[in-house]
């Protein structure tokens, strides 16, 4: 070729195919060829300016042409390198290597050293080091090609302990000035978190042996794993330079329908779809390498003689492990399917993220949950789902390593579906995932705090279909349902909020809520179902809140507020809690006086039946929930009431390890706390201490407490919702015993994270506000409470 600017015209021509005569090549295909093109003239020019095999002289390419994955207007990176060369003879041959290019209008990065002096600079300069180890040789000397590309490699590898904080951070600058590539309108496809540099990023850890460049995800990953989302984000980037005619890393609306047609992928929708699925692969991809590198750093001095992390036990089969989650050496996936859910729900709870073997070994060896699932797994995903914020990392890593899929089959069809209308904020399944954080937050104001957090998952899960989501997603909800194993009830209701979950906000937005038909048509609608109305109350701020910035406001909350209070004065009021019947031969057992312990299986694979047979002292109620709590009994619900002068209270508890403890244990245990030899509170203040299960002292949601509207003088209700905790049925008895406050009869039910609790109160001529308020402050003091709001800051 004469001169750089054949080589622009050459680039130009296989840009301008499209014709019989010369077919349009394809994204990978042109890139390849613009490799093979530049490193043709580079060779053909190196050989006319004497640039060869012992001239003391090399060119070596860094950036795309040094990584293979040329675009059409990419920069040019060249290094000169020259060892033992007269200086004017060096300045020659740059004069006539750069010049070409730059009167070609070709965009060129350069730079003329000897190895020495690259190497210093890599050893200082950060993104040069990162530069140089992409570099590969074009042609001349490849010993000194090879010099400069080992040696860069080698002192990467024995300097990264030094620069790996500074390597996160220059990471963590380009996400937080890029934004992410899966939930941007107009994505940065270079820089933003998870596109390419994120990849170059993971071949740097790669290179310093900290990490694998391509880790497997697992052999469901969807959209094919972190080799074909670099080809997609690559392919995109390259139509991006075709459509644009010029060097650009941000993808604008105007060229995504043309650029997704020449993909073959589809519309601008299809193409957010597909770059959603790259960038969030990636994503996770560079967590879970920066995390594996972390903990991979070599150490030195004294850090090598310190003793090996402590594995903590989390749960049954998991355990935390140098900042981790990962199984228990002991555990079994092949034979323990409910392990999945466990595992996350440990993560999400404790705030510590799931290592990279531990999700791979569950990809590859975890069983499909058996239908109905077992009880014991809806609990782990009602728990999953209570988390908060905690709960999108942990359910992003399932999805992103093929297990989020094998739970929840439905789930294909809305992954990375991109919103059509411009004030949702996320992709449809971020969006469901987002909902369940936000209706965690208002959880207490709702009597099924599980159904709540069902609903706010699969709500939209009927989008990404021609039918309308709401019929479709009623339909998916109900199968999902029965294969969670609800009650049919439940299920029934289930179906029902998501077939009704734009109900309230379309009906109050749209129309005249001064006219009874209105109301008339919502209570219709549902059955006259108090209970699903404020379920779909609740739900409709979640899903507004999810949506996006200022999609709920006091306009909004006002109207629905409204609708909902015109639609319960015209449902009948919900039925009050109801002691559950005592078994007439524990009645007889009771009396014959004395402390009786029984424990027998229960309805699922890990939950049994502890029932407590003692004398009705005060404080008998903290005293046995406590013992059952620091035996790592969990309490998923419990009747309690009498007979005579003995307490009848039966627990439905699963084991946080391994088996429960024997009957004869707990009896003795209960007869040491009820003597004053035990005291529970002290030793479960310090379990909790010491389980590091909650990552957070704070609560979700606002604890909330309600009374029935009893006649002053009888029995009243109470009931409470509130965030679970360690022992929070023994602070809880323990508040009630310290008020005075008469417990004639109790209903408890925890709800994945959740508990509803009622207890009848007998306050007899002692019943007025005070009083309540003095129970309720002592109730509030033992349930766990939202973070205080920090006061806005002001000038001083």
Not at 657 to 682: C, H, K, M, Y
Request: glycine share 10%; charged share 25%.
């Amino acid at each position: 070729m004469d001169g750089a600017k054949d080589l622009v015209r050459a680039r130009d021509q296989l840009l301008e195919g499209g014709d019989t005569r010369r077919p349009r090549l394809d994204a990978e295909s042109l890139r390849q060829a613009l490799v093979d093109l530049h490193d043709l003239w580079l060779t053909g020019k190196g050989a006319e300016l004497g640039i060869t095999r012992d001239s003391g002289l090399a060119v070596i390419a860094v950036g795309g042409l040094g990584r293979k994955e040329m675009l059409p207007y990419s920069d040019l990176d060249l290094v000169l390198l020259h060892d033992d060369v007269d200086p004017a003879r060096v300045a020659e041959v740059a004069d006539r290597l750069w010049y070409p290019l730059w009167d070609a209008h070709i965009k060129l990065d350069h730079s003329v050293r000897t190895v020495p002096q690259a190497l210093r600079v890599a050893a200082s300069d950060l993104t040069a080091a990162l530069g140089l180890l992409d570099a590969r040789h074009i042609v001349g000397d490849e010993e000194l090609s090879n010099l400069l590309i080992g040696g860069v490699r080698r002192e990467w590898r024995t300097g990264i302990r030094s620069r790996f904080g500074e390597l996160v951070e220059q990471a963590q600058t380009r996400w937080k000035r890029s934004g992410e590539i899966a939930h941007r309108a107009e994505p940065d496809l270079k820089n933003g978190r998870g596109g390419l540099r994120d990849i170059q990023l993971l071949d740097a850890l790669a290179i310093a042996q900290l990490t694998d460049a391509m880790p497997g995800l697992g052999p469901d990953v969807p959209g094919g794993g972190l080799k074909q989302a670099r080809r997609r984000l690559l392919d995109v980037r390259t139509e991006l330079h075709r459509v644009a005619g010029r060097a650009r890393d941000q993808l604008r609306a105007q060229d995504a329908d043309e650029i997704g047609a020449a993909l073959r992928i589809g519309d601008r929708f299809d193409l957010a779809r597909t770059l959603s699925d790259a960038a969030r692969t990636v994503g996770f991809s560079v967590d879970m390498g920066l995390r594996t590198a972390g903990n991979a750093l070599p150490r030195k001095g004294l850090a090598r003689l310190r003793r090996m992390p402590v594995r903590r036990p989390l749960d049954e089969g998991v355990v935390e492990h140098a900042g981790e989650v990962v199984l228990a050496r002991d555990a079994r996936p092949q034979r323990d399917p409910g392990l999945i859910l466990r595992v996350a729900a440990a993560s999400a709870q404790s705030g510590l993220p799931m290592s990279a073997t531990t999700l791979n070994r569950l990809s590859e060896d975890a069983p499909e949950l058996r239908e109905p699932w077992p009880r014991e797994a809806l609990n782990d995903l009602l728990v999953l789902l209570g988390t908060g914020r905690a709960l999108v990392d942990a359910i992003e890593a399932l999805d992103r390593s093929g297990l989020w899929g094998r739970l929840f089959p439905e789930w294909g069809a809305v992954r990375d579906l991109p919103p059509r209308d411009p004030m949702h904020t996320w992709t449809v399944d971020r969006h469901l995932v987002e909902t369940v954080a936000y209706a965690g937050a208002l959880s207490t104001r709702v009597a099924r705090p599980d159904l709540l957090l069902l609903g706010a998952l699969l709500h939209d899960i009927g989008k990404g279909r021609t039918e309308d989501h709401s019929i479709v997603g009623a339909e998916l909800a109900t199968q999902i349902g029965r294969r969670l194993g609800l009650w049919p009830s439940d299920v029934r209701t289930l179906s029902a909020i998501v077939r009704y979950h734009l109900l309230l906000p379309d009906t109050a937005t749209r129309r005249d809520l001064a006219d009874p038909q209105t109301t008339q048509s919502v209570v219709d609608a549902l059955d006259g179902d108090p209970q699903l109305l404020e379920l779909l109350h609740t739900l409709a701020e979640a899903d507004s809140l999810a949506t996006g910035p200022g999609v709920w406001g006091d306009w909004k909350a006002s109207l629905i507020g409204d609708l909902v209070r015109r639609s319960r004065l015209a449902m009948a009021g919900e039925p009050l809690p109801q002691p559950d019947p005592i078994d007439p031969e524990l009645v007889e057992k009771a009396k014959s006086g004395g402390v009786h312990v029984e424990l027998r299986p229960g309805d699922g694979r890990y939950t049994h039946l502890v029932t407590v047979i003692a004398p009705d002292t005060p404080g008998l109620l903290s005293e046995a929930a406590g013992v059952l709590a620091l035996h790592s009994l969990r309490v998923l619900s419990a009747s309690l009431g009498g007979a005579g002068e003995s307490a009848i209270d039966t627990f439905v508890v699963t084991p946080k390890f391994g088996d429960p403890p024997d009957a004869g244990l707990l009896r003795q245990e209960l007869i040491r706390a009820i003597n004053g030899d035990l005291n529970v509170e002290s030793a479960l203040a310090k379990k909790e201490r010491d389980s590091g299960l909650r990552s957070s002292p704070y609560a979700q949601a606002e604890p909330r407490i309600m009374w029935s509207d009893s006649t002053i003088g009888g029995p009243v209700l109470l009931e409470l919702r509130a965030e679970d905790r360690i022992g929070l049925l023994t602070r809880l008895a323990a508040a009630l015993a310290r008020t005075g406050a008469d417990v004639r009869w109790a209903k408890v039910v925890t709800m994945g994270a959740a508990v509803v609790d009622a207890f009848c109160l007998d306050l007899g001529a002692d019943d007025t506000p005070a009083r309540r308020a003095e129970i309720e402050a002592a109730l509030l003091a033992v349930v766990p409470h939202p973070e205080p709001k920090k006061p806005p800051e002001t000038d001083s």
